[in-house]
């Protein structure tokens, strides 16, 4: 099965509102609702911050916000701020034991 | 507080072997699925291999079905990934993380870098 698809870079500057697309198919994305996306900083390991579409694990902001329609995940961070910029992954469950990871979107804070 | 702690990378030649383990601590290891998650320098992340608690049901991904084995080791608090037949495609930061709920991985270690090359 093919990694789902996450734009390559999305940017925005302080205070404001950016989002992050995750496109599967009826397979993965669409068929569970067990999406979840991850905060990567350089050389550290990832961190959960949305799990099952719309879960915060505890400590997470508030400002993390997670979404899905169709075949398609959206992560939300608002109120951007200087520490989000990072590379985030979207994952989803995709039947039996199979889990995809989408390729990596790089958040710029400007 | 949960730790995972990743250790036995290396550099290793094509067609050699090489055993990670990871390290368990701060939660009911023989509770949980363990999985194993790499990333090749400058690339996404790929899902290896997981485990259920007992250690009785494993899954690969297709890329190392047949070369790589999970297992665990539950008086240990102990995951390990023995690899054999090492391609230089390997050559990943592999993470042990554990599993939240439907492959959601709520821990990571910080990862053992695994290097393939003559």
């Known amino acids: 099965q093919s990694a789902l698809t996450q734009p390559r870079s999305v940017s925005g500057s302080p205070g404001q509102s950016v989002t992050i697309s995750c496109t599967g198919t009826?397979?993965?994305?669409?068929?569970?609702?067990?999406v979840c996306w991850y905060q990567q900083h350089p050389g550290k390991a990832p961190k959960l911050m949305i799990y099952?579409?719309?879960e915060r694990p505890s400590g997470v902001p508030e400002r993390f916000s997670g979404s899905k329609s169709g075949n398609t995940a959206s992560l939300t961070i608002s109120g951007l701020q200087a520490e989000d910029e990072a590379d985030y992954y979207c994952?989803?469950?995709?039947?039996?034991?199979?889990?995809?990871f989408g390729g990596g979107t790089k958040l710029t804070v400007l | 507080e949960v730790q995972l702690v990743e250790s036995g990378g290396g550099l290793v030649q094509p067609g050699g072997s090489l055993r990670l383990s990871c390290a368990a601590s701060?939660?009911?290891?023989?509770?949980?699925?363990m999985l194993w998650v790499r990333q090749a320098p400058g690339k996404g992340l790929v899902w290896v291999s997981r485990?259920?608690?007992?250690?009785?049901?494993?899954n690969y991904a297709d890329s190392v079905k047949g070369r790589f084995t999970i297992s665990r080791d539950n008086a240990k608090n102990t995951l390990y990934l023995q690899m054999n037949s090492l391609r230089a495609e390997d050559t990943a930061v592999y993470y042990c993380?554990?599993?939240?709920?439907?492959?959601?991985?709520?821990?990571w270690g910080l990862g053992t870098l695994v290097t393939v090359s003559s």
């Open positions: 993380a554990k599993d939240l709920t439907w492959n959601q991985l709520d821990y």
């Open positions: 701060g939660f009911t290891f023989s509770s949980n699925w």
């Open positions: 485990i259920n608690p007992d250690g009785s049901v494993t």
């Open positions: 009826s397979s993965d994305v669409g068929g569970y609702d067990h």
């Open positions: 099952d579409v719309t």
């Open positions: 994952c989803s469950h995709a039947g039996s034991y199979i889990l995809l």
